[in-house]
């Protein structure tokens, strides 16, 4: 029995840590935040150089070619410091859909340039104010050239690369789409935490790449989906560990009454609260781990709980924390706000906690018709 | 990352398997039931014991000159994995192997420890805790009974209250009051007390469930020698700390209704004509329910892990009791909804009756073993770090304290 990780990845995540704290990757999320910018390109670059964009990517490639649970330690501490980098986007779903769908020759074109740096890519698949589905879809490809509207796409601006989910026919299908190409279109949109940017990209006959088949697009899609919600996950769990830091160091330094705000109960049973919710949901998050590197066929299951358990720790535990802070926590100059923005922005990414809820019973019912 | 037992792990777990597997029946899902106070339970319960004991899987932590076979923290998780699994009566021993057998340990002399316990682990004689009191609950350092030292002997009276199975227990172990003019938590005296003795009064309580599983124990001038006392005098609470740190253990997961009774529930009733599964509130329930089991779960691996690499576990353990009893209340609360106009009527369904079982029994568990507001205090404290509530009781005569009208 050993629901754990090893020293090694122990000492990554120790390594991560510490790297994201002397370059002080909060500061630079306000940074962000406060220019025209959507990503700290030089925070981006150091990312690069230490080879965690091809932490997952095998060795024949150039890649380090470790497992999904190195990815898992380094996201944990992605989300502690709010790195204001495109690594959700280009790491957990664009280079995960490459290693897990692409031929070999788009491998060997595509992966070595992620390691360098060269290329940065997102997914793109929302068109409407809504959810998307395998049914409301418009974008589509006619022979291997793709036109449609993509809304709400994260990094688009710094990403040189898209997944495009996109109607082939009667089916779905994943598309590679490069940036560069002069029929594709990419403007800002205004979005609640400016620190990731997003987009919308229209694409208007531009040449495009068929990724796995177009039988099956959706399901591709999905099962995409379920492995990044368990390193979306991880990004929360330490956003979620931050969040409560800071409060529960608030709490001990900030007097009321005559005496430190943490003394009182109604602090305290807060505080207690989110720590509830978070171990609850590292707990998941370790399963789920588990589950992803060993290829499980409990992922769906493991994937979703750890994704309902650290979208909920994540929002309550920042909810709280500015509400522990009182009225300072309601400023811009303190951080409260930032864990909150990136609190959201991770929990609707890749799918609302709803979505995950019903993808939770679903996957239920599916393993108990099995 | 795996969740496979060492080879010794694996084989240690196919002795247990193998001698429940001659020795019990296996369990077809478990239901909560209020059969504490019952008598033929008792002489069950007392049976399996006995049994265990013989076979040396009662008290496995033990040295085996007290009937163990003084097994490893995680040999111990995997023996009461494996007893889960199969039907046999539990809940009368835990309090007295869980709570008092520890303190007997670190405090009785040799010769006691030699004559009690093995008897206790053996079932042979049961053993109860006497600490809260009427006015004397989350806040037990505020209990009054009164030892008066007579020579070789204490002279005990007052009385104790919420004491689980006291109306069949041999022994209990029992915290006084020494001296009222000392400090709040410096006048209290620890002892272990025969049940039989003159001037012990046992009176069943009643509890929401209907059952009586425990009781008002009264002291009138009850004569405990100064041998059974356990700690120095004045160490009284030192002595009952160590024990509700076990409490915590012991008490742990509440037993009853859980997610996957919910939802087994759920795809068989129906909901105005469509089954209640495809219902969306209760979807959203059943995935929070089912997020909570698991992390439970998944927390009690990883305190497995690090007990299994012979490392001490981190606090996380400490959300369990919180998160599952409440987590019980709302699932035996959903079942009955579920029921519509007719969510009141008793049935000799199972699940009706565990969802019942369920709602009239969690608050006791929401109560028992440390409030949920206690052990949120406990959580923010000592795994948190915040500072102590501010005490209207520090640093005077016990005496002098305010107390209300009582």
């Known amino acids: 029995m050993n629901l754990d990780f090893s020293n090694d990845q122990k000492f990554l995540q120790e390594e991560a840590r510490k790297f994201l704290e002397k370059e002080g990757s909060i500061n630079r999320n306000r940074k962000v935040l406060d220019s025209d910018h959507n990503t700290d390109i030089e925070l981006w670059n150091k990312i690069v150089d230490l080879g965690w964009t091809g932490i997952r990517i095998p060795e024949e490639y150039g890649g380090l070619g470790l497992s999904h649970l190195e990815l898992c330690v380094v996201a944990e501490e992605l989300g502690r410091f709010l790195a204001p980098v495109p690594f959700s986007s280009s790491v957990y779903l664009f280079t995960e859909a490459i290693i897990k769908y692409a031929n070999e020759d788009m491998k060997k074109e595509i992966l070595p340039k992620i390691i360098t740096g060269q290329i940065i890519g997102t997914l793109a698949v929302t068109e409407e104010l809504c959810a998307p589905t395998a049914f409301n879809i418009k974008t589509e490809v006619i022979n291997n050239h793709i036109s449609g509207k993509k809304i709400a796409v994260p990094d688009a601006g710094i990403a040189t690369h898209s997944i495009i989910v996109a109607k082939s026919g009667d089916s779905i299908s994943l598309n590679l789409v490069d940036h560069s190409l002069n029929q594709v279109t990419i403007s800002h949109q205004e979005n609640i935490d400016e620190s990731r940017g997003h987009f919308s990209i229209v694409l208007n006959e531009a040449q495009c790449e068929l990724i796995g088949d177009t039988s099956n697009g959706w399901h591709l899609f999905e099962s995409l989906m379920d492995q990044a919600a368990v390193l979306f996950s991880f990004e929360q769990l330490g956003g979620s560990q931050a969040s409560l830091d800071m409060a529960v160091s608030y709490a001990k330094e900030r007097y009321a009454f005559g005496r430190p705000i943490g003394s009182f109960q109604a602090i305290k049973h807060k505080l207690a609260d989110m720590y509830i919710a978070l171990t609850l949901a590292k707990s998941n998050c370790y399963y789920a781990a588990w589950a992803l590197s060993s290829d499980s066929s409990d992922l769906p299951t493991a994937a979703a709980t750890a994704r309902v358990s650290s979208t909920k720790a994540y929002q309550f535990c920042s909810k709280e924390n500015i509400q522990t802070h009182g009225g300072n926590g309601f400023t811009w100059e303190y951080d409260c706000h930032m864990f909150y923005r990136r609190s959201k922005l991770l929990s609707v990414n890749i799918g609302s906690l709803g979505k995950w809820k019903e993808k939770l019973v679903s996957s239920l019912e599916q393993s108990n018709k099995n | ?406």
């Open chain 2, 1 to 406: 990352m795996d969740f496979n037992d060492t080879p010794e792990q694996a084989k240690f777990r196919k002795t247990c398997r193998k001698w429940l597997e001659d020795n019990a029946e296996l369990s077809s899902g478990g239901s909560r039931e209020d059969s504490f106070g019952n008598i033929d339970y008792l002489e069950v319960a007392k049976e399996w014991q006995r049994k265990k004991y013989q076979a040396g899987w009662a008290m496995l932590h033990w040295p085996k000159s007290y009937g163990g076979i003084e097994a490893s923290p995680i040999e111990r998780i995997i023996w009461s994995e494996e007893e889960s699994k199969f039907n046999v009566p539990k809940g009368i021993f835990e309090i007295g192997l869980g709570m008092c057998g520890p303190v007997m340990m670190q405090y009785a002399t040799e010769e006691q420890k030699s004559r009690f316990l093995p008897p206790m682990a053996e079932g042979k004689e049961i053993w109860c805790q006497l600490f809260s009191e009427p006015s004397a609950g989350s806040d037990v350092a505020g209990l009054r009974s009164k030892a008066v030292k007579n020579g070789d002997e204490w002279i005990v009276n007052g009385q104790k209250v919420w004491t689980s199975g006291a109306h069949f227990c041999d022994y209990g172990i029992l915290v006084v009051r020494h001296d009222a003019n000392l400090d709040k938590h410096k006048g209290m005296t620890f002892f272990f007390v025969d049940m039989k003795s003159p001037g012990i009064e046992v009176k069943p309580i009643k509890q929401i469930t209907g059952g009586s599983s425990f009781n008002e124990v009264y002291f009138n001038d009850v004569v405990i020698p100064d041998t059974q006392r356990l700690g120095d005098i004045g160490d009284g609470w030192k002595v009952a700390i160590t024990t509700l740190m076990n409490e915590r253990l012991a008490v742990g997961d509440a037993s009853g209704a859980d997610v996957e009774d919910a939802f087994r529930w759920a795809k068989n009733q129906d909901d105005s004509g469509e089954p209640l599964i495809n219902n969306k509130a209760a979807r959203g329930l059943i995935a929070d329910w089912y997020c909570e089991a698991n992390g439970l779960k998944n927390t009690k691996l990883r305190t497995m892990s690090a007990l299994s690499k012979g490392e001490t576990p981190g606090p996380e353990a400490s959300i369990t009791k919180v998160v599952s009893a409440n987590k019980l209340q709302n699932i035996g609360n959903f079942g009955i909804d579920s029921l519509d106009m007719a969510g009141m009527l008793k049935s000799e369904d199972p699940d009706i009756k565990n969802f019942q079982g369920s709602w009239l029994g969690a608050p006791g568990l929401r109560i028992a073993g440390g409030t949920d507001e206690i052990l949120r205090n406990i959580i923010a404290e000592r795994v948190l770090g915040l500072p102590q509530d501010q005490r209207a009781d520090k640093g005077i005569a016990f005496k002098d304290i305010p107390s209300g009208n009582s």
